[in-house]
């Protein structure tokens, strides 16, 4: 007889008992506190329980055009002209292009005609002396011209494999972006580009 019949056995024995006696047979309760007692078990937790590992997937997120155009800075418009022309946004990356910038206009105003680089590509002005409505439309064209145009085939190339940045600037050299090419490089500045936030109206909002 399994455990549960046994005392449903004792349950109903009782019964009988107490109903032969004259007494008040039991209540629901009663009978359902009974069988508590009769089946009681108990377990034993240890002092200290290792809490299982959690494995959480990772993820990451890639700035988009509104990051770089919000924080407003020469350097985001750097990584704005990489992220146009799908070039890797490393640092040695930035670096080059901050100070191509720097080369080409004064920092402290290097939104000047919204042409950073000097880019004749849809500018309007030959030599580099044009303007762009804004400083995205700048990025873009910026991005466009280095793919479009053969001889600036060995800026891309190093762009895109992320060489080290003294590859990167002798390909700019040599490209005939500027015609005096920075002196071969001896005109070229290598300290640290400082932040400079371009005004709103730069970047045409």
């Not at 206009?105 to 590509?121: E, Q």
């Not at 891309?156 to 700019?172: D, F, K, N, Y």
Request: glycine share 10%.
């Amino acid at each position: 007889m399994t455990p549960v019949r046994q005392v449903f056995a004792i349950v109903m024995a009782t019964c009988v008992a107490l109903l032969a006696a004259g007494a008040t047979p039991p209540s629901a309760e009663e009978e359902l506190a009974l069988f508590a007692a009769a089946n009681a078990q108990s377990f034993v937790v240890p002092a200290s329980v290792e809490a299982p590992e959690v494995v959480r997937d990772e993820f990451d997120a890639t700035p988009g055009y509104e990051t770089f155009i919000a924080g407003g800075t020469n350097h985001d418009w750097a990584k704005l002209v990489l992220l146009m022309g799908e070039f890797p946004l490393t640092d040695g990356n930035v670096t080059v292009v901050t100070r191509w910038m720097r080369q080409e206009n004064y920092v402290d105003a290097w939104w000047t005609r919204n042409n950073p680089l000097n880019n004749g590509w849809g500018s309007g002005g030959g030599g580099g002396t044009g303007s762009y409505v804004h400083l995205v439309d700048a990025a873009e064209n910026a991005a466009e011209a280095l793919h479009s145009l053969p001889r600036y085939r060995e800026i891309v190339t190093t762009l895109q494999g992320s060489a080290p940045t003294e590859e990167v600037e002798r390909a700019i050299w040599f490209s005939g972006w500027a015609t005096g090419m920075y002196n071969n490089g001896a005109h070229w500045a290598y300290n640290e580009v400082p932040v400079v936030t371009a005004p709103p109206s730069a970047w045409g909002r």
